[in-house]
């Protein structure tokens, strides 16, 4: 049993520690809130938004410069706290500072065009006279559910776009990596920003408060626990989009550059010790290039350095696993694979500090192994030889997950064509992961992966509920359908109907048959 567990058995029940996954340190703790409390927090940040939507975007843009401003001034105390609770390597850890400042000032920017009203043309020669309107306002109390594998960067994805379109935002972390977020939404507090935004600490139970309390959810997490927000959310009728789990297929061609695809295919599989969603997760390569590419990847996979460095030094490449759970769920994928014939070239193994295992590259798998199935969300690569793309589609497409995926080809054409037969959400070509990164296109799953998107041209507007107005043009005393009811104006409706409606001339003059 992991260091992190024991300390968390014989804690207090109304606190949970945090402790580091690497080493079992404690490095903070938080309390845990019930749903009385999440209650009266969200009746408080209510009371305060109607004032915040009321700014405007210019008005809410100023206060969310001035927290990236905060938090590029505190970046590295910031940075240690992600490091120290997710266990991570510092060079990991670097990249939720750049995604949080990047997220402000995307949505800073696009927030007043996103928002602006819409003057759509009417339907119908009947309708000329209307002017129609469309205004974005804001769910007034947004919940934001974040997962363990990013603190800081993955509120970051969703917590702008939502201030920025006037709601209030009642976030809940992760009670394994709370900390980096605290002081985040502490931050906000600093500079003096309005009361629109707070973090509720607890486990499963605070979420769900959370999802009772709010009128619009954005969850980001397991499949499973996103059915259950899901349905929840149903059952209040509140909607809800959420970014659930995903198997990201890599598929490689004859005509690759390998030297770049082995590149990328470390670094996608190993990052965070393979704990995001969009990993990569399993790799079909066309076969003349097969033994080429697992040599360079056996190679450089072999001189990945794992564990914990301390902060600044960039002494080690990836880190530690969340959860003593979580390294069992890799272990339990390796050895079946094993079991049912697969190889191991690297790793296989724990490293023996902490919850550390070695970088993992598994050959010799097939299509139906929990390896290729289930999602891993650890450091382990398993690749496929294919005959061809055609195979490769196939078998990336027997899944479960639609989250993203990535084609390697020095043709693009033939590259964006495969493409477009992979039923996900997202496609990079000759690059792993950078989808995420690319606020103006949305990030969305399929199939069990997820429901709606973040990110995107409606990023912001996603946040909103749409309200329609309509209005005249010229206003007369009264309208042909107004009472009281006359032959004559029954007459004019029926020949307006042939005149306005028919599109051909014959109808337009015969009328209605008697």
Request: aromatic share 6%; with cysteine; charged share 20%.
């Amino acid at each position: 049993m992991a260091i992190s567990n024991q300390v968390t058995q014989s804690a207090p029940a109304n606190v949970i520690p945090v402790t580091c996954p690497a080493d079992g340190r404690v490095v903070g703790s938080i309390p845990v809130q019930t749903a009385d409390d999440v209650a009266a927090v969200a009746e408080r940040l209510r009371a305060a938004q109607p004032e915040w939507e009321a700014l405007g975007s210019q008005g809410r843009g100023k206060w969310l410069g001035r927290w990236r401003d905060w938090i590029l001034d505190n970046r590295l105390e910031l940075l240690e706290t992600v490091q120290a609770e997710g266990g991570k390597s510092w060079g990991d850890a670097t990249i939720e500072a750049l995604a949080a400042v990047e997220a402000i000032n995307y949505n800073v920017k696009v927030a007043a065009r996103q928002l602006r009203d819409d003057h759509p043309s009417p339907a119908g020669i009947a309708n000329r006279l209307k002017r129609l309107t469309v205004s974005h306002r804001a769910y007034p109390l947004v919940g934001l559910i974040t997962p363990w594998n990013y603190p800081l960067a993955m509120p970051m994805l969703d917590c702008p776009a939502a201030l920025m379109a006037g709601c209030a935002v009642l976030s809940k972390p992760s009670e394994l990596t709370p900390l980096s977020w605290i002081a985040a939404v502490e931050g906000w507090n600093q500079i003096g920003a309005p009361d629109v935004l707070e973090a509720v600490t607890g486990a499963g139970a605070a979420g769900a408060a959370v999802v009772d309390a709010v009128d619009m959810v954005q969850f980001t997490g397991s499949t499973a626990t996103g059915r259950k927000v899901g349905a929840r959310a149903g059952e209040r009728l509140i909607p809800a989009s959420l970014e659930l789990g995903g198997k990201d297929a890599m598929i490689v061609l004859a005509d690759a550059d390998i030297e770049r695809a082995t590149n990328g295919a470390v670094w996608g599989a190993f990052f965070n010790a393979g704990q995001s969603c969009t990993a990569v997760e399993r790799v079909y390569v066309e076969s003349v290039v097969y033994d080429q590419f697992l040599d360079r990847l056996v190679a450089k996979t072999l001189n990945l350095r794992a564990g914990m460095d301390r902060p600044g030094r960039y002494a080690t490449d990836f880190g530690a696993l969340a959860t003593e759970e979580q390294i069992r769920i890799v272990e339990r994928h390796v050895e079946e694979a094993r079991a049912a014939g697969a190889r191991t070239l690297t790793g296989g193994k724990r490293t023996g500090d902490g919850n550390v295992y070695e970088a993992t590259v598994l050959v010799d798998v097939g299509n139906d192994m929990a390896c290729m199935r289930e999602e891993t969300f650890g450091p382990t690569l398993p690749v496929m030889r294919v005959a061809d793309s055609d195979e490769a589609v196939r078998l990336a497409n027997d899944s479960t997950y639609g989250l993203s995926a990535s084609v390697w080809s020095k043709d693009q054409a033939k590259a964006r064509a495969v493409a477009r037969r992979l039923n996900v959400g997202a496609v990079n070509i000759n690059s792993v992961m950078m989808n995420v990164f690319q606020f103006p296109i949305p990030q969305a799953g399929w199939i069990t992966s997820g429901v709606g998107a973040r990110a995107g041209a409606n990023g912001v507007v996603k946040y909103t509920r749409p309200q329609a107005i309509v209005s005249d043009l010229v206003e007369m005393k009264s309208e042909i359908f107004w009472y009281p009811h006359t032959s004559r104006l029954g007459a004019l409706q029926e020949r307006a109907v042939s005149l306005l409606g028919a599109r051909d001339m014959r109808r337009r003059l015969r009328g209605p048959k008697r």
